[in-house]
């Protein structure tokens, strides 16, 4: 992926750079979904009118963890509980990466139907009606199994391992992007084809499309580490997916080097709401990243100063 440009200077506000900020770049990853490409250009623009110098790496989701814990990354926006949680608490028991809280969003990342499924698939949303129409969702790929479209493989998520803990009659498809994902979500809803896929929020597909998330047996991080508890005496993943806040981590070593931009990432907030809107811009209206991020700059000039470190 190409750098994102820089945003234009009418937006921001000269804030004179801190002493005891370091000069160095402080390396802000970047991912393949737009939200967290909006996320993270958000905070490394408010970091630059802060007076620090930010430079974006394209980095894999849970791969970037090495090197957070290494110093060779600095800042990662989006970790998101339903699906990196475990690698971020693995990431901060080594004691080379700190969690600097919350970002104000709130997760869910979970399998997704359109509601015209819950004619062709009776006793939808449970979990266990898909067994028993799973050849509604097969394709010639995958016949007689149904098929499940997962996000890319660099997302985690353990759909694979929940399948095959659940005994489910699938196969998880994963798609090559998150654009692709969604594209062919569009298609399907369009033509009214059966689908089920990875879908998640703060994202506009919720609530563009009518549909339901399937209700899978409830989380626990026992599921998740104890094969014995759960439905599958012998497997773990053998339940639904983690909801909760999307955190903001980053080098242990940040705070000593650029301790005044640490305190402005610790108290960036954004709403799910507005990052809501602000992938709407991006997916459907065919804005880009940073022209998107400036507009909202430009109209919330009151909310992102006051997350400068003064």
């Given at each position: 992926m190409k750098c994102l440009p820089l945003l234009s200077a009418a937006i921001l506000v000269a804030a004179p750079a801190f002493a005891e900020d370091s000069s160095d770049p402080l390396k802000l990853t970047l991912h393949d979904w737009s939200g967290q490409l909006i996320t993270t250009t958000l905070m490394g623009e408010v970091l630059k009118a802060a007076g620090n110098n930010v430079e974006y790496v394209q980095a894999d989701y849970i791969a970037q963890f090495a090197g957070l814990k290494t110093g060779d990354l600095h800042l990662a926006m989006e970790i998101w509980e339903t699906t990196g949680r475990e690698a971020l608490d693995e990431a901060v028991g080594t004691g080379n990466v700190v969690n600097f809280g919350e970002t104000g969003m709130n997760a869910i990342e979970e399998w997704w139907y359109p509601a015209y499924m819950e004619e062709r698939c009776p006793g939808l949303p449970n979990w266990e009606?898909?067994?028993?129409?799973?050849?509604?969702?097969?394709?010639?790929?995958?016949?007689?199994?149904?098929?499940?479209?997962?996000?890319?493989?660099?997302?985690?998520?353990?759909?694979?391992?929940?399948?095959?803990?659940?005994?489910?009659?699938?196969?998880?498809?994963?798609?090559?992007?998150?654009?692709?994902?969604?594209?062919?979500?569009?298609?399907?809803?369009?033509?009214?084809?059966?689908?089920?896929?990875?879908?998640?929020?703060?994202?506009?597909?919720?609530?563009?499309?009518?549909?339901?998330?399937?209700?899978?047996?409830?989380?626990?991080?026992?599921?998740?580490n104890d094969p014995s508890v759960g439905l599958n005496p012998n497997a773990a993943y053998d339940c639904g997916k983690p909801t909760g806040p999307i955190w903001k981590a980053g080098w242990a070593g940040l705070a000593d080097k650029w301790p005044n931009a640490a305190k402005t990432i610790e108290n960036f907030s954004i709403s799910n709401e507005d990052m809501g809107a602000m992938v709407a811009d991006v997916d459907l209206n065919g804005k880009t990243v940073d022209g998107v991020v400036a507009a909202w700059m430009d109209a919330n000039k009151g909310v992102w100063q006051s997350w400068i470190a003064k």
């Open positions: 009606a898909l067994n028993d129409c799973a050849s509604e969702f097969a394709t010639a790929e995958t016949a007689p199994l149904g098929r499940y479209l997962g996000g890319p493989v660099t997302w985690g998520g353990f759909d694979d391992e929940r399948v095959e803990a659940l005994g489910m009659d699938f196969e998880v498809v994963h798609a090559g992007t998150d654009a692709a994902l969604f594209a062919e979500l569009e298609a399907a809803y369009q033509r009214q084809d059966s689908i089920v896929l990875w879908v998640y929020a703060p994202h506009w597909a919720p609530a563009k499309y009518d549909g339901k998330f399937v209700e899978f047996p409830p989380y626990s991080s026992e599921c998740y």
